[in-house]
Nanobody, 120 residues
Framework: QVHLVESGGGLVQAGGSLGLSCAAS????????MGWYRQAPGKQRELVAT???????NYAESVKGRFTISGDSAKDTVALQMGDLKPEDTAVYYC??????????????WGQGIQVTVSS
């Protein structure tokens, strides 16, 4: 299991920007995917964006063109720059990491979650 520490987030007005960062502890196994998921009250946890070790990115349709994910494989960190934020982006954001040993039926390792609140 990978230990993940999240930072950033907070309160911002609609149209503003926020950045999130996640750092993974040195893993016994190679991390091949890191990313961010979010969960709003009363809703299921959903994908926001992921990035593979090779740099391949995947975004939810709702954030394409507004959010940018980046990673530093040498440091096992991932950042999410969120722009043009909307009230519907309000959620708890969770960092996620998968290693080469993470089973397909498993979600991998998760951070504790960090609150992002976007006001109207």
């Amino acid at each position: 299991q990978v230990h993940l520490v999240e930072s950033g987030g907070g309160l911002v007005q609609a149209g503003g920007s926020l950045g999130l960062s996640c750092a993974a502890s040195k893993s016994t196994f190679l991390i091949n995917v890191m990313g961010w998921y979010r969960q709003a009250p009363g809703k299921q946890r959903e994908l926001v964006a992921t990035i593979s070790r090779s740099g391949i990115t995947n975004y939810a349709e709702s954030v394409k063109g507004r959010f940018t994910i980046s990673g530093d494989s040498a440091k096992d960190t991932v950042a999410l720059q969120m722009g043009d934020l909307k009230p519907e982006d309000t959620a708890v954001y969770y960092c996620n990491a998968r290693t080469i040993t993470t089973p397909l039926h498993s979600g991998g390792s998760w951070g504790q979650g960090i609150q992002v609140t976007v006001s109207s």
